[in-house]
């Protein structure tokens, strides 16, 4: 697994607003030059564009699936007997076979783990998944989920950046103490790290978010600011620095969404720079840790 991977949430998306010439092409593009940079974690859901982001993901890979680690998602809406169904539905839009990693995109509402993680173990003993994975789950919930499925969960895909620092607390240690991989998913605040909303908001639905307040947007500039000083130093910009700190993490990496090839360019990158122990103990400065448990 490359330390930088792609999001694809925005793929086919109407949310996102980047409209049809994007799904048409441009995430074809953005798909292809990610796997010509050597970054092979492609991560999509079922629930992204209703399927629309699978079916785009696969056009992209074809005739590359073999330089790609293929990560999808299950919406937690239906009954467990229907995991396998929904994986070779998933499957059958991305083109593909077999699904390097299958994830359950959030904890069940109605649905116990005993119900749902013994279906994804299934998977892997078909060989139509070859691991299992989990999203938005606290640290214990992880271990649950393991306990589930009696075999390793070998990710939890979890907001993660400068701006929600939550997972440093259990979620990163649980990865560490395990041998586990944790996804981080906005590792970039969804841009809020990058300074391009210090004046003004985003306009597509992002807007409506707590961090791009005009509270929040003025909340963030002293980190914004030290992630642009850093970014000077090594000649790189804020937000392949703020992508940096994350991945210089042990068991950690992050994917990115791109809206062009020039940002997929600059964010595989990131993965490059080795940011030192004065930088990281600056970053950890202007972004300390939440309190309370998680």
Same mark, same amino acid.
């Given at each position: 697994?490359?330390?930088?991977g792609?999001?694809?949430?925005?793929?086919?998306?109407?949310?996102?607003?980047?409209?049809?010439?994007?799904?048409?092409?441009?995430?074809?593009? @953005? *798909?292809?030059? $990610?796997?010509e940079?050597?970054?092979? =974690? %492609?991560?999509?859901?079922?629930?992204?564009?209703?399927?629309? /982001?699978?079916?785009?993901?696969?056009?992209a890979?074809?005739g590359l699936r073999?330089?790609?680690?293929?990560?999808?998602?299950l919406?937690?809406?239906?009954?467990?007997?229907?995991?396998?169904?929904?994986?070779r539905?998933?499957?059958?839009?991305?083109?593909?076979?077999?699904?390097?990693?299958?994830?359950?995109?959030w904890?069940?509402p109605?649905?116990?783990?005993?119900y749902?993680?013994?279906?994804?173990?299934?998977?892997?003993?078909?060989?139509?998944v070859?691991?299992?994975?989990?999203?938005?789950?606290?640290?214990?919930?992880?271990?649950?989920?393991?306990?589930?499925a009696?075999?390793?969960?070998?990710?939890?895909?979890?907001?993660?950046?400068?701006?929600?620092?939550?997972?440093?607390?259990? @979620? *990163?240690?649980? $990865?560490?103490?395990?041998d586990?991989? =944790? %996804?981080?998913?906005?590792?970039?605040?969804?841009?809020?790290? /990058?300074g391009?909303?210090?004046?003004?908001?985003?306009?597509?639905?992002?807007?409506f978010?707590?961090?791009?307040?005009?509270a929040?947007?003025?909340?963030?500039?002293?980190?914004?600011?030290?992630l642009?000083?850093?970014?000077?130093?090594?000649?790189?910009?804020?937000?392949q620095v703020a992508?940096?700190?994350?991945?210089?993490?042990?068991?950690?990496?992050a994917?990115?969404?791109?809206?062009?090839?020039?940002?997929?360019?600059?964010?595989?990158?990131?993965?490059e720079l080795?940011?030192d122990?004065d930088?990281?103990a600056?970053?950890?400065?202007?972004?300390?840790?939440?309190?309370?448990?998680?």
């Amino acid at each position: 697994m490359s330390s930088i991977g792609l999001g694809t949430w925005q793929f086919g998306s109407m949310e996102w607003g980047y409209g049809k010439r994007y799904a048409d092409e441009s995430a074809i593009e @953005i *798909v292809q030059r $990610a796997i010509e940079l050597g970054v092979n =974690v %492609i991560d999509t859901a079922e629930i992204y564009g209703q399927g629309r /982001s699978e079916k785009i993901v696969g056009r992209a890979i074809k005739g590359l699936r073999e330089r790609v680690f293929l990560a999808t998602k299950l919406f937690p809406v239906g009954l467990p007997n229907r995991v396998g169904a929904r994986a070779r539905a998933s499957a059958r839009r991305l083109g593909v076979d077999r699904i390097d990693l299958y994830q359950l995109h959030w904890p069940s509402p109605l649905f116990r783990l005993r119900y749902t993680m013994p279906r994804f173990k299934k998977l892997v003993d078909d060989g139509l998944v070859g691991h299992i994975g989990i999203s938005n789950f606290v640290a214990s919930g992880w271990a649950d989920a393991e306990l589930a499925a009696g075999m390793p969960v070998l990710t939890n895909q979890v907001q993660f950046s400068l701006a929600h620092r939550d997972p440093d607390r259990h @979620i *990163v240690p649980y $990865a560490q103490q395990h041998d586990r991989v =944790v %996804i981080a998913y906005s590792p970039l605040g969804q841009g809020l790290l /990058s300074g391009r909303y210090a004046d003004a908001p985003p306009s597509n639905f992002r807007r409506f978010r707590a961090d791009f307040r005009a509270a929040n947007r003025a909340r963030s500039a002293p980190l914004v600011t030290v992630l642009g000083e850093i970014g000077s130093r090594h000649g790189a910009t804020a937000a392949q620095v703020a992508l940096a700190w994350l991945v210089n993490k042990p068991n950690v990496i992050a994917i990115p969404g791109a809206s062009s090839v020039k940002q997929v360019e600059e964010n595989a990158a990131a993965g490059e720079l080795v940011l030192d122990a004065d930088d990281v103990a600056r970053l950890d400065g202007a972004a300390p840790l939440p309190s309370g448990p998680r």
